[in-house]
């Protein structure tokens, strides 16, 4: 074997031990043990199996204390009175005969005890079935008042215009049109104040001009909403009424608290569509000023389009925090189920609504009590829609950049 053979044989041996080498520390490398990124990687699957359950709870109580308020009877007054006492045992009744009269099978209630319907035996006497529904036979008085009951019907609760629980009118729309009005009037405000926010931010204001405006907004964004709240009632309120006839717009009023939503909601759509407009690739700035184009031009026809998925799930990011926000509407919008399209007048939302009754005196498992989750599982329906249209309008206007 000559020498040259030899130092070749020698050299590629170096290189096979070499790369044999590196293919054994490489496969020990994989094989190695590595508890610290294990723990990390169940940790992190810990956490998102926590968020999905709690949602998943979170729909399985709505749906299930909604389930009990479609299934229990709401009682309106019969404007009849019982004209005879009667014992716990007595099955026929006497009334004036001068209100409602109930049908056969109906469920109608004296004080707390609930009674079914056998038969009528004419508008003013009545056969029943004593303590149905869970209640108790008890006695009753002379000019006790006769209240008739009514089963929720979902039809009713989607189509009906007013909201009384006690009084068995179950239409949801008088809470949902004034959330929808209060929430159109915020974006109405938010929309062009916060993308020409985020326009400026991104394209126009210089290195230290952004530096001051940004805290401003993050300024904004962390104010409390009750502090929002009072500042619609006592400087919006005073405001409108001053530009508005003062007879024509009360001290609560939906216009007013819209307003003040708008202002909470700037910070949000502002900093969403500036990030939008910012991951926007410099190319296409530099293309569009290279053919010409002013920076109107670049920013209307060129920027915006390009970020115009990231826009609209800012857009719909408003809209949502608006049809949840509480305070604001509890403070200024007014405290009384309204089904009206005028701005100026008060209505109650569906978070007024929620936030108002819910206290220490509602009753566990009354209709109020159970209507509040029949009015969540709605609130929830809009917002798991509305995240809905922001997907597809993401995955439709969407521009992948290389």
Wanted: charged share 15%; proline share 4%; aromatic share 8%.
């Amino acid at each position: 074997m000559t020498l040259e053979t030899s130092v070749e044989t020698a050299g590629f041996r170096t290189a096979a031990d070499r790369l044999a080498g590196a293919t054994d520390a490489y496969s020990s490398l994989n094989k190695r043990p590595r508890p610290f990124e294990e723990l990390i990687r169940l940790s992190l699957f810990f956490c998102a199996l926590v968020s999905v359950l709690t949602t998943l709870g979170i729909v399985v109580v709505l749906s299930t204390e909604a389930l009990n308020f479609f299934t229990r009877y709401g009682f309106r007054s019969a404007e009849q009175l019982l004209i005879q006492p009667v014992s716990a045992e007595d099955t026929i009744l006497y009334f004036d005969g001068k209100g409602g009269v109930p049908r056969v099978g109906q469920i109608i209630r004296l004080n707390e005890e609930d009674m079914r319907v056998l038969r009528l035996i004419d508008n003013r006497t009545f056969e029943v079935e004593r303590g149905v529904l869970g209640s108790r036979p008890e006695p009753h008085r002379a000019n006790t008042t006769l209240f008739l009951g009514e089963q929720v019907s979902i039809i009713e609760f989607l189509t009906g215009t007013r909201w009384v629980p006690q009084g068995a009118d179950f239409g949801v729309l008088a809470l949902v049109m004034a959330t929808l009005i209060t929430s159109l009037v915020a974006m109405l405000v938010a929309g062009p104040i916060g993308l020409g926010a985020a326009i400026f931010i991104s394209e126009y204001a210089s290195a230290r001009l952004r530096g001051i405006l940004k805290p401003i907004l993050e300024i904004l964004a962390a104010i409390p909403t009750v502090v929002y709240g009072y500042f619609a009632l006592t400087f919006i309120t005073p405001l409108l009424r001053n530009i508005f006839w003062q007879s024509e717009i009360g001290a609560y009023n939906q216009l007013s608290a819209g307003l003040a939503m708008g202002i909470m909601i700037i910070p949000t759509i502002a900093s969403i569509s500036e990030d939008a407009l910012s991951a926007v690739p410099r190319s296409l700035r530099e293309g569009s000023y290279g053919l010409g184009a002013t920076r109107r031009e670049t920013v209307f026809r060129v920027l915006i389009p390009a970020a115009l998925s990231g826009i609209l799930a800012a857009f719909i990011l408003g809209v949502s925090r608006a049809v949840g926000e509480t305070m604001i509407v509890a403070i200024a919008s007014g405290a009384g189920p309204n089904f009206s399209l005028n701005p100026l007048e008060a209505a109650e939302t569906m978070t007024g609504h929620i936030a108002r009754i819910s206290t220490g005196d509602l009753s566990f498992n009354s209709v109020d009590y159970n209507s509040l989750f029949a009015i969540g599982l709605t609130l929830f329906a809009i917002t798991l829609v509305l995240n809905l249209i922001s997907n597809l309008i993401r995955r439709r206007f969407r521009e992948v950049y290389q």
